[in-house]
């Protein structure tokens, strides 16, 4: 158990209007820090007014990219209660990601309860409209001022929350998505499956080229022979290919996406065959040829399933579904934002409330 000091702010904050929330646009008026040093562990939690943090110009995280996150939601029920999705998911996936990483591991327990605590403070910024939420970004950084490479002796952990609009303000609309076949987001060995800044730096640039040709996201293969579909952007991605259902292996170079493992869950209580076989992008282009390739969607907490409407590779566009949403993908959907927004039951446990 952690204790947590409370400073509350003298001066909240408007509330933004819920209609143009956008994604990470607003922030609430608190914010959560735990210090973490070499030889005494984690002390000082405490929840602050939210402020901008000093950081000496040496202090590692800058210059070594030492620093790991997590992203979670809290969602308000149609009773005005707020709730989370599978926070220790987020808790064991920090607490893998930090063992790669050489950061200090926070317990799942006090990850929880930070994340609770954070949010029931915050209460009042969890929006109601459809589609809303409040966006929870926790992260560490090492902060000590010390130019030579090696672990840090000092690290702080906090969390941020920032409201957040509906992903599809204007209904769902399938992605366009280009197949990166240059550029490498993860290899074996490597920090794939960690959510460490370093990864998302890294692909900008696909990105980037993507944009340029027209596409919204690139879809990464993997880093050894670019022959095996892996992930898109910051989502998870599946491929309904005649009734099989396809999504890459989470073997290191794949982040273990909570909305993946929920959507895994429910496809296979509903009878789906899942294969988390390595798929070669030929035989995706291939099944396209043929019209088995019946649907492809991303999952992720941003967006929850996205489907994808088009895929690039190389010279050949693969038309999915006609640019519609597929059944499999909008049953995914309304299953997970009906448990998530509390309007379904939840009958797999994945919700925790925050009272
Ligand atoms: C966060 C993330 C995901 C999705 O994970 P969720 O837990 O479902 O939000 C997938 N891929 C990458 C690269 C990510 O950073």
Partial sequence: MLDIKFTP????KPKPDQHNLGFGNYYTDHMLIIDHTEGIGW???????????????AAMVLHYAMESFEGMKAYRTPEGKVQLFRPDCNAERMWNTNARMC?????VEDFVQAVKALVKVEEDWVPSLPGTSLYIRPFIFADEPHLGVRTSKTHQFMIICSPVGAYYSTGINPVKIFVEDEYTRACPGGTGFTKCGGNYAASLISQVKGHELGYEQSLWLD?????????VGSMNCFFKIDGTIYTAP????????????????LLE??????????????????????????????????????PVGELRYEDDVCKINDGKIGDVTQRLYDTL???????????????????
């Fill in 9 to 12: 702010t003298t001066n909240k």
């Fill in 43 to 57: 002390h000082d939690a405490r929840i602050v007014p939210y402020q901008p943090i000093q950081l000496d110009p």
């Fill in 103 to 107: 950061l200090p591991q926070l317990p």
């Fill in 223 to 231: 880093g050894v022979e670019h022959k095996y579909v892996e992930e």
């Fill in 250 to 265: 989470c073997v290191g170079t794949v982040l273990p996406g909570v909305t993946r493992r929920s959507c895994i869950a």
């Fill in 269 to 306: 209580k509903w009878g789906y065959t899942v294969s988390e076989e390595r798929l070669p992008i030929v035989d995706i282009v291939k099944a396209s040829k043929e019209g088995k390739l019946e649907e492809v969607f991303g999952t992720g907490t941003a967006a929850v399933i996205s």
């Fill in 337 to 355: 934002t009906g448990i998530q927004w509390g309007t379904k039951p939840d009958d797999m446990g994945w919700t925790v409330p925050v009272e």
